[in-house]
Structure formats: C-alpha cells, structure tokens
C-alpha cells in the first residue's frame, strides 16, 4: 500500500469515525485540535540508563534507582542522547518538551562538582532546544554522588553535606530559570531526593524538619514564574528506604499548599492499590498549577514504560473532566535497558497522548448530566458504549496530520537506527 492509499484509506476512516462520535455529540476535529496544544516532557534518562555524563569517581548511583537489562546501543554521550531523541520525537505526534537532570551537564571532560555547575555546561541542550523548538525542564540529581551513598541528602544530620545539596538545588533553580529565558517558555524544575531509612527510625520528625528547612533556603530566592516554576515530588518507599521516606506525600502536600510550589505526583510513588488519577481533583482544589510523573509501576515502583492501560486512561480523564490541561505539566518518567531505548520513549509517549485523545472524545458533558440527574444507568450504559468507540481512526488522522507514522510503521524507522546507528556504539 503506497503512502497516498494509506492516506486516503485514514481520511475514510476518520469520516465515519467522526459520524459515528457526533452521533453523542463529541467534535472529533475540536479534541484533535486541543490535542495538539498538549506538550509532553520527554525525560532524557530513558536514553541511557540514568547514567548521566559527569566525570565520576567511583561506581557510585543509590538513591533507591534501579535500571535493569543491557540492549545494545546507549547514548554514551549528550550528542548521541540527542541524536536519539531527534528520532523519538519524529515518531511522536504533536510538540514536545525535553525534562534533563542535573547530571547530564557537559564540562567539556573536567570534573565539575554538582553545586558547581552553571548555564554554561547546558548551552549544548539550549542550543539544540531553540533549534528543534523544544521547552526544557529541570532537576537537581540528589542521588549517585558520593555524598548520597548514606541514603540523606536534603534531609541529613551533617550540616556539611545538607549545605551542599542545598547548594545544588539554588543552582538548578537558577540554571531552569536560564532555560526559560532562553527558550522563551518556563522551566520546571523538580526537586526529589531519595532520603530515609531501610529500618524502622526512632525520629521520623527531625528529618522532616530538615527537610522542610532546607525547602525553605533553596527557594529564599525569588524567580519569575514566567522563567521558573519549582516542584516537589514525594516517595512512599525505595530501595534503602523501605521503612520511612522522609519527603512523604503528606509532608510534600502541606509544603506545596503552604509555600506555593508545583506539587509532583508519580504514578510509581504510591502503594500498589492507590492511583495518583484519584488524587488529582483533590490536590487541584488547593494548588494553582501540578507537575505529574508518569509512570508505570508492576509490583512496586519499577518505572515500566507506560502503556495504554486502565490508570493511564484514568489520569487523562481527570485532565479533561476537571479542566486541569492549563493547569497541569505532564512528563514521563521511566527506564527500562531490557528493550530498544528510542521504542520506550515512542512507545510511553504515544500511549500518553492516546489517553488524552480518548478522554478528549468522551461526551463528558452529557456524563455530567446524567449524573447530576441522578441517572447513575445511564451513565454507566453510557461510560460502556464509548469504550468501543472508534477513537483508533481518530489517532490514525492525527498522526497523518501531524507527519508521523500512524500505525506500526514507526518501528520500521527505529529497527533501521538500531542497524545504522546503535549497533555502532559497542
């Protein structure tokens, strides 16, 4: 089938698909069109493991992070990371972001310490941002670092080392608000640390204590929201820290309502039978703006690559009912080595967007009515029927219309990388 027959075989489909949506009164070509102003922030560690391209001494990485398999082909380098991201993001529908870590500095091969680092070792990714027309966000890498091997950082006992990721955390504010002056779009930077205990603590309260007032220093200065916004993201548990996490979700909750900050939920942050879909109504009664990390745990928080499962749709549809799109910044958030590293990106970042289509199309109005008429049979009668609504045609449009590939075809493009490209790189 050449690629005008399979252009025309969509536009039919796409016809009776929106027939068949109007039907229940949806307007396929207004949830394309909202679709499109939804930015995704791709996160950079997906392309190498977490590895991140400081001089390091030692084997040091902790922090409760845990990358498994070893596929062919990782960026070795931030020219390589971003060649292979040049590739994702022509395989993904629509204009996205790019979320770095702090650890992906280029110093030019000198050791450059965490609480040293500046703009500068970043003009590599703004320059490749303004060029590609990408937004960039941020964060401190409070983790694989000498000064992190006890399982403390913001929250620890010594003065000394607390000074230090203090330190580190001033500087990535002010390295997220370069980014949004330069890129003429706000920076978010994120602030998580893997800080707790593997056992049962006799003092939960101190470090929280810490904690708090270490928050408090790192965000004594005053930014432009317009250039940066700060979060900060909770754990319920980690490796190390299996016991107690000092930055809880209740602890991070009443910070961001009190301070003013982006509150961060992690889909992998959480027990295994609570879902950050149902959190969000709550959260967004008592905060202007939320950061969400999307991603899939299988057991516990195993950073899976997402895919378009029951809580994926479920957090998509909370954007949409609750009207959070404006309010609410959306990145990914995993890493899986076991498997080609481009695919997981393509992967995650269609099924995310293809939650936010299908929410889109959903007659949420007439939802809400019947509900408030308290015609519950309806409702479910009605919540039934569109699950086997069309909404693949819809997809398959949006990705012709956008210069994508619209079904598997994508693959074809990174199996042909991995031959030409990946396969060189040992």
Not at 65 to 78: D, H, L, M, S, W
Not at 136 to 159: I, K, Q, R, V
Not at 256 to 284: F, N, Q, V, W
Request: glycine share 8%.
């Amino acid at each position: 089938m050449t690629n005008q027959t399979r252009n025309v075989s969509i536009d039919e489909t796409y016809k009776l698909a929106r027939e068949k949506y109007s039907e229940i009164g949806v307007d396929t070509d207004r949830a394309v069109e909202v679709l499109k102003t939804i930015p995704i922030s791709l996160h950079c560690w997906q392309g190498d493991d977490v590895g991140g391209f400081e001089i390091k001494e030692g084997d040091s990485f902790g922090g409760g992070i845990e990358v498994t398999g070893n596929y062919p082909g990782k960026a070795r380098n931030a020219d390589e990371l971003r060649a292979d991201l040049d590739l994702a993001y022509s395989l993904i529908p629509g204009h996205h972001r790019l979320n770095l870590h702090a650890s992906y500095a280029e110093t030019g091969g000198k050791k450059v310490d965490r609480d040293e680092i500046e703009p500068a070792h970043f003009s590599g990714w703004i320059d490749w941002a303004k060029q590609k027309g990408h937004g960039l966000d941020f964060n401190p890498t409070c983790f694989a670092h000498p000064l992190a091997d006890d399982g403390f950082t913001l929250s620890h006992s010594d003065e000394k080392v607390r000074k230090f990721w203090i330190d580190h955390c001033r500087i990535t504010r002010r390295i997220g608000a370069h980014f949004g002056r330069e890129l003429e779009t706000p920076c978010v930077t994120n602030i998580w640390i893997p800080d707790g205990y593997k056992d049962i603590p006799a003092d939960r309260l101190s470090p929280r204590e810490r904690l708090r007032d270490s928050l408090d220093q790192i965000l004594e200065e005053k930014l432009d929201p317009a250039q940066n916004l700060d979060a900060v993201e909770s754990k319920l548990f980690g490796i190390g820290s299996e016991s107690y996490v000092v930055g809880s979700h209740e602890f991070y909750l009443g910070y961001a309502i009190t301070r003013g900050t982006l509150l961060c939920l992690d889909a992998g942050h959480y027990h295994p039978t609570e879902t950050i879909s149902e959190k969000i109504s709550s959260t967004m009664l008592y905060l202007d703006e939320m950061l969400l990390h999307v991603s899939r745990g299988v057991r516990w928080d195993s950073d899976h690559v997402v895919v378009l499962n029951d809580e994926l749709r479920a957090i998509a549809e909370e954007l949409v009912r609750g009207d959070f799109l404006s309010r609410v910044h959306i990145g990914l958030d995993f890493f899986d080595a076991s498997i080609n590293r481009i695919a997981a990106w393509v992967v995650g970042t269609r099924a995310m967007i293809k939650a936010l289509l299908i929410a889109l199309l959903e007659p949420t109005d007439k939802l809400r009515d019947l509900e408030n008429q308290g015609d519950y049979t309806g409702r479910l009668a009605l919540l039934e029927e569109i699950k086997t609504l069309p909404y693949g045609a819809v997809w398959d449009q949006y990705c012709a219309a956008m210069d994508v590939p619209a079904g598997l075809s994508w693959l074809d493009e990174v199996r042909k990388y991995e031959k030409n490209v990946l396969s060189g790189r040992g």
